[in-house]
């Protein structure tokens, strides 16, 4: 059974920093790229990052390029997204996403159910 | 920025078909894809690549794709499709943006 469990979210005043995790399990974690995506309180599904199967390609959103940085190490299983220089407007539920495709993206067939960051002084 | 653009609402009765629309500038030569979500609950894909359906995804979730638009169809409705969706692709730039769109609310009446 595929398994994604995101960790790390809390509360941080703008400025801040957090680093989220996503423990992976159920398949076979490096033959897979990965996104993070967030959602907003009552608001829609906004993408933020994607990470191809070796790392090597990085992508960002707009709103986050410059302050946010996905890594993977796939000897842990394990996926990161370290955020900087924290927003009010960051506050979401932040969700780990396996994509059906190694390189690029094919559509995400498996979601975590995700770890919440709030940003509020 | 590239967007795409779905209708904010759709309303069934029970056992008719739903359509669910999204338009983007970039469909012709990128794939969409849909998503399902319920409330409280993670988002399920439900169609892939304009129309392949997922495994355990039930028949009646269809999608299909012409020129800018895309389509999902959901036939014979049942309650339990009362959810929110939101259909995904990406921009044709290098810089590889992937893109939500805004989500449609399907109500079963």
């Known amino acids: 059974e595929v398994q994604l469990v995101e960790s790390g979210g809390g509360v941080v005043q703008p400025g801040g920093s957090l680093r989220l995790s996503c423990a992976a399990s159920?398949?076979?974690?490096?033959?897979?790229?990965m996104h993070w995506v967030r959602q907003a309180p009552g608001k829609g599904l906004e993408w933020v990052s994607f990470?191809?199967?070796?790392?090597?390609?990085?992508y960002y959103a707009e709103s986050v390029k410059g302050r946010f940085t996905i890594s993977r190490d796939n000897s842990k299983n394990s996926l990161y997204l370290q955020m900087k220089s924290l927003r009010t407007e960051d506050t979401a539920l932040y969700y780990c996403?396996?994509?059906?495709?190694?390189?690029?993206?094919?559509?995400?067939?498996?979601w975590g159910q995700g770890t919440l960051v709030t940003v509020s002084s | 920025s590239y967007e795409l653009t779905q209708p904010p609402s759709v309303s069934v009765s029970p056992g008719q078909t739903a359509r669910i629309t999204c338009s983007g500038d970039?469909?012709?030569?990128?794939?969409a894809h849909w998503y399902q979500q319920k409330p409280g609950q993670a988002p399920v894909l439900v169609v892939y690549?304009?129309?392949e359906r997922p495994s355990g995804i039930p028949e009646r979730f269809s999608g299909s794709s012409s020129g800018t638009t895309v389509t999902l169809t959901i036939s014979g409705v049942q309650a339990e499709d009362e959810a929110d969706y939101y259909c995904?692709?990406?921009?044709?730039?290098?810089?590889?943006?992937?893109?939500f769109g805004g989500g449609t609310k399907l109500t079963v009446l």
């Open positions: 990470i191809n199967w070796d790392g090597g390609d990085t």
């Open positions: 995904q692709s990406r921009d044709n730039s290098d810089s590889f943006h992937v893109v």
């Open positions: 996403v396996k994509d059906l495709a190694a390189a690029g993206t094919e559509g995400a067939d498996y």
């Open positions: 690549k304009d129309s």
């Open positions: 970039a469909l012709p030569k990128q794939f």
């Open positions: 159920g398949f076979t974690f490096d033959d897979y790229s």
